[in-house]
């Protein structure tokens, strides 16, 4: 009992400590940490850690600390009684899922800082234990949301996350995260200026400050991880249909740096990549140039059938196309893509009758077949395509059924530059903001990269009056941050 | 013959274009085997219309080889002219001493016409001029040998330009280029390098080689020479350079060079070209190239080169046309002579692309104050035969309408064709919403262009490159990670350092 009371005395210490300056307070922190490890690791709660009503002393948000290890110590005890991972006691209708639900909505996101192996552990086990992962996802984001707002530091939970809605089909419930872009990976140290230490329970701009290689919020990452993350994140944006973010995610995987081979799961992503620039673009734009070409040629090779694909499609030879698709009906099946490719023919129509769209104001449907040529289709069914197109909104224009049976029907493509309708003024003005702001967060990181990175406008410039002196290479005077990257590849080329 | 610019199918004129780059290709590298002299067309264009012009009269404005090439085009392409045109051509070779020549043109003859008495080959004459040919070519080797041994500039410098002198007779063109340039180490006057470089010039357009005429005309221009030689010899490089840029398919140039042609051209170039042609090479670039001020400006109101263009009044009155926006009479007046410009040397190639050119322009020029217009009255005046001759005169399948599908496809024309109701609707800019798509697009491009720089700098920075297993498994052990704490200006001196 008297292990209770010792925890009642330190979440009362805890409590005031947290009116005092940022230094005790972190102090006091650290302490509660170490003594909780303890008791978790010594056991010393014996009988209490099963007992659910131990919970009902603490306030899961002022104590968030306590609660947290108290949790732990239970799921602990119920694993090892029952001998299980993920014991019965833990699912959905029991107390102590309840509890942990309640807990991981109202944690305190300062004090699990320091506790992050715990909270991330707690996490996992939420993710493992409901059968149902629709349960989950919900759950882990709002979690991680909490934990840090802005997402911008890649964690093992990210990609947990990802898989979770992949398997969950939930995929609008990952956008709050995906949409929110990574910017950083955990770092061993949090600033390359050591000296003073930084205090996780300060107030940060960036989340890099407390989510460390140490902080334990995030486990051991390898490249896989964020590989899989930004595969899983394009794929999800796939289920959605939101191409343009889809290319942007798997563009990422394929555009990181390697040393010597590259990684299958890159290979995928560009399997993927071509498809959905594809379908969103109408044909295969070239890849980003931050990747070596010698990596392109890997690609291109490892992935035929897949340019192929694209190269016929961006003729505009259907049967070629359609010929190209039944060839490698395997290729596609082997690696899960015939959902994609069977929506190739839908888009390459579609683009189709958006060219006619540049050319013609209004014509009829059999016209416009015969202008498609490879529309080998029926005038009906022509006209059901037409207008499936104008109800989905990809097209704006109107078909005109003419009264006297047999006359032909009329589509006539509304002006391209209609005047703009009120819904269209407020719709771009959004779009507007929503891209400034996340051109904002990326200006925030890029700011933090920076820094860490120890790169200033003066070292720039001192390493571009370098590299001029030494005669290396001509220094591209673009914007500062453009260069400072590229200076920054250059040497870390060298340096590993 | 059909009146549609396009009566000719591409397809010839991609033909011709073949051959024209492989004889500029070839042309940088002078001494090079194997470069293409007189590029011969694959297949010849076929004329079967008369022409306007009388062949002994337009063949007196010439002198010296291009006489023989003219004759022997127009020979081979034109059906009406070309008997009479290849016994001339005949003639014309035996009276100088190039047998391959007078062979080529033989040949030609005996297939048109076998029965001529000039269609068999004089084999006595070729051997005759054969031997003196030979006897020739080493007597004024040996000459040269003996000019070099006696190291007198000028007696060499006079050597090689003999031996220039007859090759170029004789048709070796690779050779009279070769000991033309060889001239140049004995130069010693400006007035010297200016007569080599001309020679040099004649043998690159008769070759074809039409980088090699631009790069002499720019030496001629940069050669040293007193003013009054430089104004002398103005007109003839501006005619030269004109023609190399005509036949690059830079029009505008062309044109620009053209019209500074100087009327003191008169007849001192008829070895290449006559006042008649810098009139209506020059005319008909401009009209290719440039806009309705531009042409009244610049051409119309150019005092030089209406000296020009008083000499061929039908191209005067096609560019006032034009100006004054009466498309059809304009286009009339060039289809009229399109016969003449397709058995003239150096518009054949380029007579149908300059044509399409044109009407394009007067298409787009004629479009400009309307928002719609019907298809019809278009039709009237850009295809008159095709409001006769088709049922459906605007519907999808008449050429006509069929040509301005190509046109908008190909972005010339800012416009939609409305089928319904037979008009040409010309696409209005909404420059607000232009602008906010461009905004939005060219931010999201940002965006995401930064995001994978910074992703990419972040993953090199916590060193999580893609790296293959037992590279992953060293790099652990090793001490790469302290590295990457250290400060960046400390690496930077350590890379310096090391590099």
């Not at chain 1, 029952?82 to 909505?105: C, D, K, M, Q, T």
């Not at chain 1, 003005?429 to 200006?443: A, C, Y």
């Not at chain 1, 290396?472 to 590229?486: K, Q």
């Not at chain 2, 020739?136 to 007198?152: A, D, F, H, P, V």
Request: overall charge neutral.
């Amino acid at each position: 009992m008297e292990v209770v009371e010792g925890l009642m005395t330190q979440s009362a210490q805890l409590r005031e400590a947290r009116n005092l300056s940022d230094q005790s307070y972190d102090r006091q922190i650290r302490e509660n940490v170490s003594s909780l490890r303890r008791v978790l690791s010594t056991k010393a709660l014996g009988a209490f850690a099963s007992n659910d009503s131990l919970l009902d002393h603490f306030d899961p948000v002022a104590d968030s600390l306590v609660y947290l290890f108290l949790l732990r110590a239970q799921t602990q005890a119920f694993q090892e009684e029952f001998r299980e991972n993920v014991p019965a006691a833990l699912l959905p209708p029991g107390n102590l899922w309840s509890r942990i639900v309640s807990y991981l909505r109202t944690f305190d996101p300062v004090q699990v800082r320091y506790a992050g192996q715990e909270w991330r552990q707690l996490v996992e086990l939420v993710a493992q234990a409901s059968q149902v992962p629709i349960l989950a996802v919900r759950l882990v984001r709002d979690a991680m949301l909490r934990l840090d707002p802005s997402c911008a530091v890649f964690t093992s939970t990210h990609l947990l996350l990802a898989r979770l809605c992949l398997r969950a089909r939930a995929y609008t419930h990952a956008l709050p995260v995906l949409d929110r872009h990574v910017c950083h990976f955990p770092t061993s140290t949090p600033r390359a200026t050591s000296g003073f230490s930084v205090l996780p329970c300060a107030a940060h701009d960036s989340s890099l400050s407390f989510i460390t290689d140490t902080s334990g919020l995030s486990s051991k990452l390898t490249y896989k991880d964020y590989l899989q993350y930004f595969l899983c994140g394009g794929m999800i944006y796939m289920a959605l249909k939101q191409w343009c973010k889809a290319a942007h995610f798997l563009e990422v995987v394929i555009s990181m740096p390697t040393v010597g081979p590259i990684s299958m799961i890159m290979v995928e992503a560009y399997k993927k990549w071509i498809l959905v620039t594809l379908l969103e673009k109408g044909k295969l734009s070239s890849p980003s140039n931050l990747i070596a070409p010698h990596v392109v040629k890997l690609y291109q090779s490892l992935a035929k059938p897949y340019v192929n694909l694209a190269h016929s499609f961006s003729r505009g030879d259907l049967a070629h196309l359609e010929a190209e698709i039944d060839a490698a009906r395997e290729i596609w099946c082997t690696d899960n893509n015939m959902g994609l490719v069977s929506q190739v023919l839908g888009a390459y129509t579609k683009h189709t009758v958006m060219g006619i769209k540049q050319t013609f104001a209004a014509l009829t449907v059999k016209e416009l077949s015969e202008q498609a040529s490879p529309m080998r289709m029926n005038d009906e069914a022509t006209e059901s395509v037409i207008a499936s197109f104008i109800m989905s909104g990809a097209l704006k224009a109107t078909l005109v059924q003419n009264s006297t049976r047999g006359s032909p029907t009329m589509l006539r493509f509304s002006e391209i530059h209609s005047a703009p309708r009120l819904s269209d003024e407020s719709k771009a003005q959004s779009r507007l903001v929503r891209e400034s702001q996340s051109l904002g967060s990326l200006m925030n990181g890029l700011d933090e990269i920076g820094y860490h990175m120890g790169l200033s406008n003066e070292f720039i410039d001192a390493v571009q009056r370098g590299q001029t002196w030494a005669g290396v290479g001509d220094v591209n005077s673009g914007m500062s941050e453009d260069v400072g990257l590229e200076i920054e590849e250059d040497l870390m080329g060298e340096v590993s | 013959m059909d009146t549609l610019p396009d009566a000719f199918p591409s397809s010839t004129q991609v033909k011709f274009a073949a051959p024209f780059p492989s004889g500029a290709a070839g042309a940088s590298s002078q001494g090079l085997p194997g470069v293409i002299e007189n590029p011969e067309p694959i297949a010849r264009i076929k004329v079967h219309d008369p022409p306007k012009f009388d062949l002994e009269s337009y063949i007196a404005n010439y002198v010296g080889r291009t006489r023989f090439n003219r004759l022997y085009l127009i020979g081979t392409s034109s059906t009406v002219l070309s008997t009479e045109a290849l016994k001339l051509a005949v003639a014309e070779a035996k009276s100088g001493k190039d047998v391959s020549q007078y062979e080529k043109a033989v040949r030609a003859l005996s297939e048109v016409a076998p029965t001529e008495e000039d269609a068999s080959l004089d084999t006595a004459w070729v051997h005759n001029v054969q031997r003196q040919v030979q006897a020739q070519s080493e007597r004024l080797e040996q000459e040269l040998r003996g000019y070099k041994n006696n190291l007198i500039k000028e007696s060499i410098r006079m050597g090689n330009e003999d031996i220039g002198n007859h090759y170029y007779e004789t048709g070796d063109l690779l050779a009279a280029s070769k000991a033309y340039t060889r001239m140049r180490d004995y130069c010693t006057t400006p007035n010297h390098i200016a007569s080599m470089l001309f020679k040099l010039l004649n043998v690159s357009i008769e070759r074809g080689d039409w980088l090699a005429v631009q790069s002499n005309v720019h030496r001629l221009r940069n050669a040293q020479s007193k003013p009054e030689d430089q104004l002398k010899n103005q007109p003839k490089m501006a005619a030269a350079l004109g023609l190399a840029q005509m036949h690059s398919g830079s029009y505008l140039d062309a044109a620009n060079t053209f019209l500074s042609t100087d009327v003191s051209l008169a007849d001192t170039f008829n070895e290449i070209i006559t006042p008649n042609d810098v009139a209506v090479y020059g005319g008909l670039c401009a009209m290719a190239s440039m806009d309705r001020g531009d042409l009244q400006r610049r051409v119309l109101e150019n005092s030089a080169f209406r000296n020009f263009l008083e000499l061929e009044p039908h191209i005067r009155r096609a560019i006032a046309f034009f100006c004054n926006s009466k498309f059809r009479p304009c286009l009339d007046i060039l289809e009229a002579y399109r016969t003449d410009y397709l058995l003239d040397i150096h518009l054949q190639r380029h007579i149908s692309e300059i044509y399409t050119l044109i009407r394009t322009k007067a298409i787009k020029q004629y479009l400009v104050p309307f928002s719609r217009v019907t298809l019809t009255s278009m039709a009237t005046i850009f295809a008159p035969q095709v409001i006769g001759g088709e049922a459906q005169p605007t519907g999808v399948s008449s050429p006509f309408v069929q040509e301005l599908i190509q046109m908008v496809k190909k972005g010339v024309l800012d416009a939609r064709i409305d089928l319904e109701k037979g008009v040409l609707v010309s696409n209005q800019t909404d420059l607000r919403t232009e602008v906010q798509n461009k905004t939005l697009e060219s931010l999201r491009s940002f965006n995401e262009e930064a995001h994978l720089r910074i992703l990419r700098a972040s993953v090199l920075h916590a060193g999580l490159e893609v790296r293959a297993p037992e590279s992953e498994r060293r790099s652990r052990g090793n001490p790469g990670p302290n590295l990457r704490g250290m400060g960046m200006a400390e690496r930077f001196t350590r890379g310096g350092l090391r590099s």
